[in-house]
């Protein structure tokens, strides 16, 4: 029901700034919330930030005061802004969409997580 493409990865310099995007199409009225994770080798995937319908966020540890995400409901687009980038943050970037169930009139939603094919972040010394 939801389609999700990431883009804005690169390559960039330590300090430096990147800016994700990922473009939900489909039935995106059936999304409660959003968010981005990581993964890095040799590591599993973690969460680095997320945002719900009402606006709500939260942000791994690691990535506070210099991560922010953001949601432009009208272009159906989830942001994240990354600045003060470590080689720490290098890895695949992943947008998540959490879909709710809803079951009314001209609307049908059923409960799911949905992943898009991912975005690599290099973040060189």
């Known amino acids: 029901q939801v389609q999700l493409v990431e883009s804005g990865g690169g390559l960039v310099q330590a300090g430096g700034s990147l800016r994700l995007s990922c473009a939900a199409s489909?039935?995106?009225?059936?999304?409660?919330?959003m968010g981005w994770y990581r993964q890095a080798p040799g590591k599993e995937r973690e969460l680095v930030a997320a945002i719900t319908s009402g606006g709500s966020t939260n942000y791994a540890d690691s990535v506070k005061g210099r991560f922010a995400i953001s949601r432009d409901n009208a272009k159906n687009t989830l942001y994240l802004q990354m600045n003060s980038l470590k080689p720490e943050d290098t890895a695949v970037y992943y947008c998540n969409a959490e879909a709710r169930p809803i079951n009314a009139v001209g609307v049908h939603c059923s409960a799911y997580d949905y992943w898009g094919q991912g975005t690599q972040v290099t973040v060189s010394s």
């Open positions: 489909g039935d995106t009225i059936c999304i409660y919330a």
